[in-house]
């Protein structure tokens, strides 16, 4: 299994389309596919040529995670990595977001915000 790596995550919500085009400006991702999905749903897969976050929404009402942290088997955070944090950080308060949790510490510098479905993300830099 030496050629093992992690393909992509699959995370429900509100507007799969809007979320992509947001991973899209900040991180410099490309959409690789969009369709229609289970439960009468949508699903965009938005990352690399490598990996991918699968955004999916159904049809159906849903309900927020609450504390992922406290959750079994809850998603606590998708981590990023990006050359320039500094310029990264810019598009997401450009868009409003609030960033907290800064840390420059061994192996790299990083901050954390979450996006309007409670999704947490870590956006890190390794580049010295």
Do not use: C
């Not at 991973?23 to 289970?38: E, S, T």
């Not at 976050?53 to 942290?69: K, L, P, Q």
């Not at 998708?78 to 420059?104: F, P, S, W």
Request: net charge negative; hydrophobic share 35%.
């Amino acid at each position: 299994m030496a050629n093992s790596f992690l393909e992509h995550v699959n995370v429900t919500v509100s507007d799969p389309v809007a979320t992509a085009n947001r991973l899209v400006n900040w991180f410099g991702w490309h959409i690789r596919w969009q369709g229609p999905a289970m439960n009468t749903g949508t699903t965009v897969h938005v990352g690399t040529d490598s990996s991918y976050i699968a955004v999916y929404t159904s049809n159906t009402e849903s309900e927020g995670a609450g504390n992922t942290y406290k959750t079994r088997g809850g998603l606590n955070h998708i981590g990023v990595v990006v050359d320039d944090l500094d310029a990264a950080e810019k598009k997401i308060l450009a868009d409003g977001y609030k960033t907290r949790n800064h840390g420059d510490y061994e192996p790299g510098r990083r901050f954390y915000f979450e996006d309007e479905d409670g999704i947490e993300f870590e956006v890190v830099s390794y580049a010295s």
